[in-house]
């Protein structure tokens, strides 16, 4: 049966204030779907870049949100592998996370393992399976090669510290303070610069004899972009994971020219499209949080109703670690 439940809903692009809490009806499932309830909601920069208009892939009115831990309340015709009480995660381009209950298709639920906390989940899975994409997809990181982490101490930022340092390789971060220095440096970082001291490009050149990086990771965009650059090594790679600070003016191929450098822009999305490298992806991020390779730290956990709270806290970047949502609504 239909029921009555709750959703953030986008009506136009903007600040936080634009998130409002409404009722919804969730009906029942139909073929190949299932009903969710859900227990705990990520809060990404991406979900920040949706709801003010950066990225226009949410039809609006709409419910953002892309991945969250729930338990299936009921399943549709056609549904095999899912039952009521089953716990699951999903990551999904469709958006609505932000309910606390949706109808979503089967093929997007995959079992949350015992050993995975739902806010645990809702934290960490996401940013680890970016985490595995960015080293794994397209030229993976090798043993031995130096890489460069914009923003080190951020949500992705520590995931890809402790990932690379996993990986065999010299981990440099960049951060904004001190505090973030100690952080860095806590999540696998050999060494840690402040962005915007001075000679800093000279401080990472002297770190690797004077050729530069083999990789940056950047998902800082507009400030940090021409030092991420200017740091590469002849060969070495640019992956612009994320613009946290604005998008990237055009560069020319031009300015990749002078030492072969190539860069990269992924979107986790599309390479998450097959149910079969989604369940591969997931499957590699839970083992490496099982072992203790990336590790979750929960800054703040707040009821759906303040999701404006949640992402002015993410945009301040002054908390260390992640900020989840539960589905809990006082009204």
């Not at 989940?121 to 990181?141: Q, S």
């Not at 890489?147 to 951060?175: E, K, M, N």
Request: net charge neutral; aromatic share 4%; with cysteine.
């Amino acid at each position: 049966m239909p029921t009555h439940d709750h959703a953030v809903v986008l009506r136009q692009y903007g600040d936080a204030d634009q998130l409002r809490l409404e009722s919804v009806i969730v009906p029942s499932p139909g073929p190949g779907q299932v009903r969710i309830r859900h227990t705990a909601i990520g809060v990404n920069f991406h979900d920040i870049y949706v709801r003010s208009g950066a990225y226009k892939t949410l039809s609006l009115p709409g419910i953002p949100g892309v991945d969250a831990a729930a338990v299936v309340e009921s399943v549709g015709p056609g549904v095999t592998g899912l039952a009521q009480g089953t716990r699951v995660f999903y990551i999904s381009p469709a958006y609505g996370a932000y309910s606390s209950a949706r109808i979503i298709e089967a093929a997007q639920l995959h079992v949350l393992p015992d050993s995975v906390d739902d806010k645990v989940a809702a934290a960490t899975l996401l940013r680890g399976m970016t985490g595995v994409m960015l080293l794994d997809k397209h030229h993976p990181v090798r043993s031995g090669e130096v890489c460069l982490v914009q923003a080190a101490s951020g949500g992705l930022g520590r995931i890809l510290c402790q990932l690379a340092r996993h990986r065999g390789c010299t981990v440099i971060g960049i951060v904004r303070s001190e505090e973030k220095r100690a952080t860095a440096l806590s999540y696998g970082c050999h060494q840690v610069f402040l962005l915007g001291q001075d000679n800093l490009l000279e401080s990472i050149r002297s770190l690797t004899g004077g050729e530069g990086v083999d990789v940056v990771f950047d998902s800082v965009g507009r400030d940090t972009f021409s030092l991420s650059l200017a740091a590469l090594a002849v060969g070495g790679r640019l992956v612009s994971a994320g613009q946290s600070s604005g998008p990237v003016d055009a560069i020319a191929p031009a300015a990749l020219a002078q030492k072969s450098n190539s860069l990269w822009r992924p979107i986790l999305f599309h390479y998450l499209a097959k149910a079969v490298d989604r369940a591969e992806m997931l499957q590699k991020a839970v083992h490496l949080l099982e072992a203790g390779a990336i590790t979750s730290e929960i800054a703040a956990v707040l009821p759906l109703q303040q999701v404006a709270d949640a992402h002015r806290l993410l945009e301040e970047r002054q908390r260390r670690g992640s900020i989840v949502l539960v589905p809990e609504v006082v009204l």
